[in-house]
């Protein structure tokens, strides 16, 4: 049963990709700004970050199966409706409602892989983050595949739209109530350590830790297929292949996620922010090959996905009580996504004054900076046990 539900989350990845790959098609097809096309590339985010914090208070008063099954409706119903579309407030309006149901399907998972593997909470939410990483590989390949296969850029968004409702019935069918609804780290662990709300050091540092994340990686996320392909002339396809290196080292998301569980927050926070910082300056440079690109984004999808993005997902959880899980989850999913809805336009806007190269160093590696110092400030003590 939770094999069928992290094929779920892996759509749901993999629908994330769909228009950054196809975004250089749409900009042509419509005639949309750059900084409007980062945009619409990172949108989907912003409904995503809406959705986090109200999700967790659903999920506190009704079924979790119910709310993820509505989440992949909405988000596959949204990602095929793109294709009818008639201009860009339509299309921005499609996307961030996409956002808002994969904001219901991450964290619904979330709030129950920490629940039922309540001994190793962070590497629950890695296996997860691992299937982020599948979907992250095959997204764009198959994005780019199906658009050169049909020549048309409408072609992947209904395959992917078809394919969600597909996994509704197949969840419908396979996954009991018992399992989905399990409260076992609230129920069967007393509550030791963590916050009784919100609004304490350790989640407001972690908070601004997310936003900075979210900032840094779906800026480039969003754009850097725009930079490859308009840039550097690559092929849909080799774009993809590009992009899709971030989720073959989001595979090592487990592993990952144990770490988390064994070391100092500080440590492994400000570790992957400076990894991060380095790698914002050597991206858009100009020179490397194709194959260097791969490497560098495979680095990025261990440390930006595998390493930061699943451990703020467990420290969110960690910094409350365990009876709070859903609501620490909810919290990560509105920081993260509610920072990275406008890194896409962002990073356009300043590519449009200064250059791809300034815009990196600026949107990735100095707030990167910033944040590894920031990490610092945390209190690992006051977390739950």
Known sequence: MYCVLL????????????????????????????ANTGLLSTIFTLGLGIGGLPTGYLLARYSRKMVLLTGIVI?????????????????????????????????????????????????????????YGIGGFLGPFLAGKLRQSYNTWHAP??????????????????????????????????????????????TVILTILSLIHGLSMYGFLGLYPTFLRETLHYSPTDAGKVIGMFGVGALAS????????????????????LSIAVLGYLFFQVSPTM????????????????????????????????????????MFVTSLYGGA????????????????????????SVLSLVGAVLALALRPSEMSL
């Open 157 to 202: 968004m209904l395959a992917f739209g078809l394919f969600g409702f597909v996994m509704v019935v197949m969840i419908a069918a396979t996954v009991r109530p018992w399992f989905v609804e399990t409260r076992r780290a609230a129920e069967v662990k007393a509550d030791s350590g963590g916050a009784l709300s919100l609004l304490n050091r350790n």
């Open 254 to 273: 487990i592993p990952c996620g144990w770490i988390g569980d064994r070391f100092s927050p500080k440590l492994v926070l400000s570790g992957s922010l």
């Open 7 to 34: 094929v779920s989350y892996i759509l749901m990845a993999a629908d994330r990709y769909l228009f950054p790959v196809l975004a250089s098609d749409v900009r042509k097809a419509f005639g949309f700004s750059l």
């Open 291 to 330: 194959l260097t690109r791969e490497i560098l984004t495979c680095i990025y999808g261990v440390t930006g996905s595998a390493v930061l993005y699943v451990n703020l997902a467990g420290y969110h959880v960690k910094a409350l009580r365990r009876s709070l899980s859903s609501r620490g989850s909810g």
């Open 341 to 364: 809805a406008f890194g896409g336009y962002l990073l356009g806007w300043i590519v449009g004054h200064g250059g791809w190269l300034l815009a990196s160093e600026i949107q990735m």
């Open 75 to 131: 988000f596959s119903s949204a990602t095929a409706l793109t294709t009818v579309v008639p201009g860009f407030w339509t299309m921005l309006v499609c996307l961030a409602a996409q956002g808002i149901g994969m904001s219901m399907l991450a964290t619904s998972m979330f709030a129950l892989a920490a629940s039922y593997f309540s001994g190793y909470r962070s590497a629950a939410i890695g296996s997860v983050n691992f299937c």
